[in-house]
């Protein structure tokens, strides 16, 4: 496993990982002929065989959209989505990951169940990937966390679904903020989200000094989730000299992505 939790290493019916530059690119965006190679290698370094799950690609939008993955629907090819606002939408099987069917509601960045043989994925640069175990419900779960779906209220939306669909209590669920980019190489104030909306909730020398991974923790905390179960990568995904990609960095020429997944055995 290339990214470890010691929160979530204790749990052995848990698959979950993110993958470093040395895994390669996993995005099968831009026609990267090795993405389908790269991706079933890392799902052999968790130790699942990609053609026995079922895997789950949401479409990121920067949005605070959640979904619950319910089972299957049919046989084989589709899983049940329901969306926060009780929308259902089918998905549909791919090779290793699932595409949105052309009716379809585009933009869900997080995603929760307690379905076995299931695997959610999203696939990051610099965003932050939250993964989330409720062990007594045995409920995971994974945020896009950018700053766009941070400031929409997507940590607190994710866990008052686990709470509201599942029952969890918020002091059982465990919560790993991945690899991501980091106070000291992200400058808020100079990008276009912050011209356009966020200027109007914070100065620019607020800006200045905003800490992404600080941002998701106080939001996890602001829901109810015990600091105790709170772990915190410390990788910033912009200064790592090149273990992990960074569009930040490249300064958007870098179109390489992480893979982060979890889910139940």
Known sequence: MTTNSRLLSQFSELVYGFSTATDGNMSYKKGDPDADKNNRAFYAKLGVNPDGYQILN???????????????????????????????IAFEKGPLTFTSCKTAYLGIDACVSQRRKCLITIRPADC????????????FGLMH?????????????????????F??????????????????????????????????????????????????????????????????????????NGEYFSNHASAGKDVR????????R
């Not at 084989?76 to 329901?82: K, P, Q, V």
């Open 58 to 88: 949401p479409e990121l939008r920067h949005g605070s959209s959640v979904a619950v993955v319910k089972p299957n629907i049919f046989k084989r090819g589709y899983s049940e989505i329901d969306k926060y606002s009780n929308e259902v």
């Open 128 to 139: 932050g990937p939250v993964f989330i175990y409720d062990p007594i419900k045995k409920v």
């Open 145 to 165: 966390a950018s700053t766009a779906s941070l400031f929409s209220g997507v940590v607190g939306r994710t866990i008052n679904m686990m709470r509201g669909y």
């Open 167 to 240: 029952g969890s209590q918020a002091t059982d669920i465990h919560c790993y903020i991945g690899p991501c980019i980091s106070v000291s190489a992200y400058e808020l104030c100079t990008t276009g989200l912050y011209k356009r909306t966020l200027h109007n909730l914070m100065t620019a020398e607020e800006a200045s000094t905003y800490d992404p991974k600080e941002k998701i923790r106080q939001d996890l905390l602001l829901a109810g989730i015990s600091e105790a179960n709170i772990e915190l990568s410390s990788v910033c995904t912009a200064n790592s």
């Open 257 to 264: 992505r992480h893979l982060a997944v979890i889910g139940l």
